[in-house]
């Protein structure tokens, strides 16, 4: 097996310009630099990073949990989170908490137990016992919080600014002429989800629109729960339009609108919040309030580190913009 000692001889540098190499803490010319990434190729010779994380208490290696890994939305967060993690050396090693408490504390033992430099956290609930966050901040893992924000612990938070995107959405479909709108909401003990609310109340209230309990459909961040949460808000409510919190509750409402036999947008017009992949495959194609998903994932990673070499900076609180994206889901 190759050791560093035997690259450094075959470059011809020092053992020191190897690890600079492959730190990247210290520049190295692109000329020294090639020459022994061709040298570590043709040894293939791989670093000891446990042998080296014992030595100067860094494993270069973040942890990320997110909610629920089956949401098209996560992907692309996940994917930022790991370009940016890339660039500065850094491997990121993602696990999915399925939206439960007791799941993320032992996600968040595992992490500290491996050793992990810092976490990014797309936080199953945001209020209760978050006791177990505070603990791994505590025992100097820092922690920057994702897409949902957490004001009960000093944290770097980013997030879009959901109240305006949710009313940006129900605005549109009340200049379509749309009165009876009916709203999909994710679970209320997540702040996203009451931003998202508070944002199509404000729509209504603007307009001067009276509030109706018979088309709010509380319910979960996934198609099942959005089907579910669909059908009496169709049998008792009867909109010209539906809000859906996310994109994968909409899933949920076009298969309960097949049911009923309703038609989208003919019957029903439908603004999603988020612009998955999928969202100009299905028909019609979906109007959506698209979150800038791969820049939250990559600036948060950045955040995390830039923390990391900078533990005593003051904590940020990042709010996103949304983009209203309109396609073939609504009509007057």
């Excluded at 998202?196 to 309990?213: F, H, K, S």
């Excluded at 998903?293 to 995390?304: N, P």
Aim: proline content about 5%; charged content about 25%; overall charge neutral.
């Amino acid at each position: 097996m190759a050791t560093i000692k035997e690259v450094a001889r075959r470059a011809r540098v020092s053992v020191g310009t190897v690890s600079n190499v492959l730190s990247g803490a210290v520049p190295v010319s692109e000329r020294l630099k090639e020459r022994v990434l061709r040298v570590i190729q043709d040894l293939d010779y791989h670093p000891n990073h446990v042998a080296r994380s014992l030595k100067i208490r860094q494993t270069k290696m973040l942890g990320m949990v997110v909610s629920d890994i089956t949401n098209a939305f996560f992907p692309l967060v996940v994917r930022g989170a790991e370009d940016a993690a890339w660039k500065h050396n850094y491997m990121l090693i993602t696990f999915n908490s399925d939206d439960q408490p007791e799941r993320e504390k032992q996600v968040l033992s595992a992490l500290r137990a491996r050793r992990v430099d810092g976490i990014l956290l797309v936080a199953a609930t945001t209020d209760g016992d978050l006791s177990h966050i505070q603990g791994t901040i505590d025992a100097g893992i820092p922690v920057v919080c994702l897409d949902r924000v957490i004001e009960s612990i000093p944290v770097d938070c980013l997030s879009v600014d959901n109240v305006a995107g949710a009313r940006k959405g129900v605005e549109h479909l009340i200049a379509q002429g749309h009165r009876r709108i009916g709203i999909l909401t994710g679970p209320l003990s997540v702040q996203v989800a009451c931003d998202r609310l508070e944002g199509y109340r404000q729509a209504l209230r603007a307009a001067g629109i009276p509030e109706d309990e018979n088309l709010i459909g509380n319910g979960a961040f996934r198609a099942e729960v959005g089907y579910a949460a669909s059908l009496p808000l169709l049998k008792h409510g009867r909109p010209t339009a539906v809000f859906t919190s996310n994109a994968m509750m909409t899933l949920g409402l076009l298969k309960a609108l097949n049911e009923f036999d309703l038609r989208c947008p003919e019957d029903v017009s439908i603004v999603t919040f988020d612009d998955p992949v999928f969202s100009q495959s299905v028909r019609p194609e979906l109007t959506c309030v698209a979150q800038p998903a791969y820049e939250l994932g990559f600036r948060g990673a950045e955040t995390l580190i830039h923390r990391l070499m900078r533990p005593d900076t003051t904590h940020v609180n990042l709010h996103l913009d949304t983009e209203l994206r309109l396609r073939q889901s609504t009509a007057p």
